[in-house]
């Protein structure tokens, strides 16, 4: 019986095991699977916005493995691959991630997630790709991704990142690419980096690093790509780091290093292709290895200490980027410029900097042969002898530089040939003759200069042709004749027309009223005469103006319309009558200079009067009173002529009144005509002489392809934006089309009409026309047509996504001057609105997606849909209002009516936007912090850490021109503002006639320096 009992258990035993085999793995697979399905949904969950819908699929219905980004094994169903790169998705990485334990490749790269990197990263020990970079992580990196030994790349480049890099990292033998570019990294480079043997590819620069370059680099034998730009690296370049035969790519610009290249750079590293290592402070000769550097496409040594003459180039057949602008080449002999005729085996040359180094010399007739060069500058050096007529043959030249030279002769008629150039700079030499009028070929120009030449005879009057010119400086030379009245016919001219220091004769013709965006304009030191045309008056963009020393007549009462003047200087003229009190109520103006003409009577008191620093009338023997500081006699009024004039002021008065008794039925009449005809005559005053008749549906479907989605460009809670050509004048427009299903299109539709016929600004949207019909199946129909904005709004320029080239080469993004000058022009539009166009105007969506870009990037602020007018107690004529979240003040959530104090604050919120490139709904504001905070905490110190990055990629040229340019403080003095006029009570905000000054200041200084 026990024998059977035996067998018994040996056989449950038996059959137990083989049973058990099976099922232990069935439940391993299928627990495996679940802890990664859990996973995924963490991450999902973890997602605040996904605009793209991506994880829409990740859902119960379907296995995860099918799932948008998500890749598994064939084996084990289990996820080895998450690729969720350039998906539009914010929000923060869960934890969970960290269970996804066969994932081999994460890809998180150019999104805006945010928050800190989870530790449990580093519990994914067969992990080999893990890339996130261009998102908003923040805190320290995290120590234990050491524990993922088998990685082959690291990217967290692009974030917020802080700390130093850990040194557990040298751990990571098998490491390859090595990112963490622009982040706020602190500390040195650890040396450690020189033992994984591994490394291909390190990319370092955007941070704060300090010290030297480990020696210990000079053992990666593999290491192709190093780039350290823009950190506090000093010292000298380890010797052994330029044995390194493997190197394709050395970026190492705006740092502290010191020391000369090795003469024999260019043969030990025969792969080079980028060598950048501008401003910094090295010195030495332009190794004459260079010869050899045949695969060599960009060379970038300005803004250092060379010194010698530039060796040949002529086997650098693939160069695309030569620039050796701001050192002390050359030895002021003519033969410094030998070295061009190699340029010429140089065919992909684009880009040739030579200014301001030693170079004497005259410019080689061959230049026309490199064919393929955008970019030309030797300016600020000894270069003399004619302008060559080859130079027409660069047919793609888009800049010339060619100031501060010692050139002589003409500008050559054949410069009209160059059809693409946009900027060209001749100041400063020793040029004659007159101006080519082939120089009205050249559309595309924007910027001319010319000043501080001896060219004669006339102001060609093709230069109106050139339709894209910002800015004409042709002061200080010896024109003469008439100033061109197609020269006042350019709406363009926006940032200043010097003419000064001339011999030009002749009126200001009336035509001068289409210089409206004009910002500077300088007419002093001429012969100019007659009175000022009542068209002055429609300058309403000029800060400064300068017209000393000619021979202007009449009285100054033109002018009283330009209140935005900060500087006006009309000395040494022959001006008469009062000193009109509209001059003491310019609040910009800082700097008055009315001496030498012939004005008579009393100086006013206040405004710019009270300074006698900032106001000169001297020479003006009839004028009196004033401060005491301008030490005029007093003025002289008997009590006589006094009586006289109040009885004179008092029959005026019945006149008046007994007039107005007449005319009140009159009147009243005319107001009820009036009222019948309103709604038709609602957009009959808009802006401008280019309005066009009312249009009709039909011409609108027409122009939009029935509102095809193809034209569509853009759309919000009331309306969607489409681009059409009517054919009324076949001019392209934007047509806004009224949702009028949706509660409030109406009253938006009326408000943005009321609002558009009483304003008109450069820096507003320009209304064509509009409709109110019905469509095609008999439903209402209402539109507004705008002037099409060929850049679009503001919002895309700050927040698209970057279309990476290659590894090191950026989208189109918006300069610091571009940014500077957008800013300036929102707070022109809105200092109109508040002060400027009769009944003050609020905004009350001011936003990035509401401020409209024209071809010339020059702001415009759109979308007066919940734009109210303040009545004289200063409340709004509303009822109720809704901003957007983010951008609308603080006091609009308690129930305030809108405000002036409201637009400021939105263009607080605006401000720091455009220069963090942050939205304030980010998700790193939360628990109280918000823009206005984040930016205020980095000032001073951390400015550089909080500003968006982009900023600085299209400064090189001005440091290359200004070595003691620095960024941080004209940044410090914008972001000031931005904190002043977002502070959350509304009162302690800066008024926005101060936000101009002080715009204007920083601009001005940022310009000249």
Avoid at 26 to 41: F, H, K, Q
Avoid at 117 to 129: A, D, T
Avoid at 198 to 225: C, H, K, M, Q
Avoid at 649 to 657: E, K, P, Q
């Amino acid at each position: 019986m026990s024998s059977i009992i035996f067998h018994f258990l040996i056989l449950s035993v038996l059959i137990f095991l083989s049973c058990y085999q099976p099922f232990s793995k069935s439940t391993s697979e299928v627990t495996g699977n679940m802890t990664d399905r859990i996973a995924l949904l963490s991450i999902k969950a973890g997602i605040d916005s996904d605009p793209l819908q991506l994880t829409a699929s990740w859902n119960e219905s379907t296995h995860f493995c099918s799932w948008i980004g998500v890749t598994c094994s064939h084996r084990h169903q289990r996820v080895v691959k998450l690729d969720l790169r350039s998906s539009m998705l914010s929000g923060s990485l869960s934890p969970s991630v960290g269970n996804l334990s066969f994932l081999r490749e994460f890809q998180l790269y150019n999104n805006s997630f945010s928050g800190e990197i989870p530790q449990e990263v580093g519990r994914l020990s067969r992990l080999k790709i893990l890339s996130l970079e261009n998102n908003s992580f923040s805190g320290e990196i995290p120590k234990n991704i050491s524990r993922c030994f088998n990685l082959i790349k690291l990217g967290l480049g692009g974030n917020n990142l802080i700390g130093t890099i850990p040194m557990e990292f040298q751990f990571l033998s098998n490491l390859e690419l090595f990112f963490v570019y622009l982040n706020n990294l602190t500390g040195q480079l650890p040396p450690y980096l020189g033992n994984i043997s591994s490394l291909v590819s390190i990319s370092a620069g955007g941070n704060n690093f300090v010290g030297n370059i480990p020696d210990t680099l000079g053992r990666l034998r593999n290491l192709e790509y190093v780039e350290l730009g823009i950190n506090n690296l000093s010292g000298t370049f380890p010797s052994s780091f330029f044995n390194l035969s493997s190197l394709t790519n050395i970026d190492m610009p705006l740092n502290k290093f010191q020391g000369s290249l090795p003469p024999d750079i260019f043969t030990t590293l025969p792969k080079l292709q980028k060598l950048n290592i501008a401003r910094n402070q090295l010195t030495g000769n332009i190794p004459p290895s260079v010869l050899n550097a045949t695969e060599l496409m960009l060379f970038a040594i300005n803004v250092n200490g060379f010194t010698g003459k530039v060796p040949s180039f002529g086997n650098m057949q693939k160069l695309d980027w030569l620039a050796l602008n701001q050192n002390e080449l050359g030895y002021g002999k003519p033969d410094d410029l030998d070295f061009m005729s190699s340029l010429l085996n140089c065919t992909h040359l684009s880009l040739l900097h030579l200014s301001e180094n030693r170079f004497q010399g005259v410019l080689p007739r061959f230049i026309g042969n490199i064919s393929g060069l955008r970019r030309f500058t030797i300016g600020g050096n000894l270069i003399y002898g004619d302008i060559p007529t080859e130079i027409s043959e660069l047919v793609n030249l888009e800049t010339m530089y060619l100031w501060s030279n010692q050139l002589t002769g003409s500008v050559p008629d054949s410069v009209g040939k160059l059809q693409q150039l946009k900027i060209l700079s001749l100041l400063e030499n020793k040029l004659s003759g007159e101006i080519p009028s082939s120089i009205g070929n050249l559309t595309l120009l924007t910027e001319l200069y010319l000043q501080g030449n001896n060219l004669q005879g006339i102001i060609p009057y093709t230069l109106g042709r050139c339709s894209s010119l910002l800015s004409v400086d042709i002061s200080r030379n010896k024109l003469s004749g008439y100033i061109p009245e197609e020269i006042f016919s350019l709406p363009s001219l926006s940032e200043f027309l010097d003419l000064s220091s001339n011999s030009l004769v002749g009126f200001l013709p009336s035509k001068i009223s289409g210089l409206e965006h004009l910002v500077l304009l300088n007419l002093s030191n001429n012969m100019l005469s007659g009175i000022i045309p009542e068209s002055f008056g429609s300058l309403i963009s000029l800060r400064e103006l300068y017209m000393a020393n000619n021979f202007f007549q009449g009285n100054l009462f033109p002018m009283s319309s330009l209140k935005s003047l900060e500087i006006i200087d009309i000395s040494h003229n022959n001006i008469t009558g009062k000193i009109p009190k509209f001059l003491d109520n310019f609040s910009f103006l800082r700097n008055l200079n009315l001496s030498y003409n012939d004005l008579e009577g009393e100086v006013p008191t206040e405004g710019v009067f009270r300074n006698s620093s900032q106001v000169s009338v001297d020479g003006n023997s009839k004028l009196c009173g004033g401060i005491p500081d301008l030490q005029l006699p007093l003025c002289s009024i008997k009590e006589t002529s006094k009586k006289s004039r109040i009885s004179r002021s008092l029959i005026l008065v019945i006149c008046i009144c007994s007039s107005v008794l007449v005319l009140i039925p009159v009147t009243i009449s005319i107001i009820v005509y009036n009222q019948k005809h309103k709604k038709k005559a609602l957009l009959a005053d808009s802006q401008g002489n280019d309005v066009l008749p009312m249009v009709s549906y039909k011409s609108l479907y027409k122009a939009t392809d029935g509102f095809s989605t193809d034209h569509l460009i853009g759309s919000g809670k009331f309306s969607s934006v489409y681009k059409g050509a009517l054919n009324e004048n076949g001019s392209v427009v934007a047509i806004k089309v009224l949702q009028l299903e949706v509660r409030g299109a109406s009253r938006s539709f009326v408000a943005e009409c009321e609002a558009l016929r009483r304003i008109r600004h450069r820096n507003l949207v320009k209304v064509l026309t509009s409709c109110s019909s019905v469509d095609f199946q008999g439903k209402e129909f209402k539109a507004i047509v705008y002037a099409y904005m060929e850049n679009g709004n503001l919002e895309n320029w700050l927040h698209q996504d970057p279309e990476i080239v290659d590894s090191n080469q950026w989208q189109r993004h918006l300069t610091l001057v571009e940014r500077l000058n957008i800013a300036i022009e929102v707070a022109s539009a809105l200092d109109y609105l508040h002060h400027h166009c009769g009944t003050p105007l609020v905004h009350c969506d001011l936003k990035p997606s509401n401020i409209l870009l024209d071809r010339n990037l020059v702001a415009h602020v759109g979308d007066f849909g919940l734009a109210r007018f303040i009545h004289e107690d200063n409340r709004a004529l509303s009822e109720g209002f809704k901003g957007t979240f983010g951008y609308a003040a603080p006091e609009y959530g308690m129930g305030s009516e809108p405000s002036t104090y409201g637009d400021v604050y939105s263009y607080g919120i605006l401000l720091l936007e455009l220069f963090t490139g942050k939205r304030p709904t980010a998700h790193d504001f939360s628990s109280g912090l918000n823009l206005h905070n984040f930016s205020k905490m980095a000032i001073p110190e951390r400015i550089m850490e909080i500003c968006d990055p982009t900023l600085f990629y299209d400064e090189e040229e001005r440091l290359s021109k200004n070595p003691e340019y620095e960024i941080p403080k004209y940044l410090i003095s914008v972001m000031k503002i931005g904190i002043s006029c977002s502070m959350e009570v509304p009162r302690e905000r800066m008024d926005i006639s101060n936000v101009i000054n002080e715009l204007y200041s920083v601009r001005n200084v940022l310009l000249t320096t």
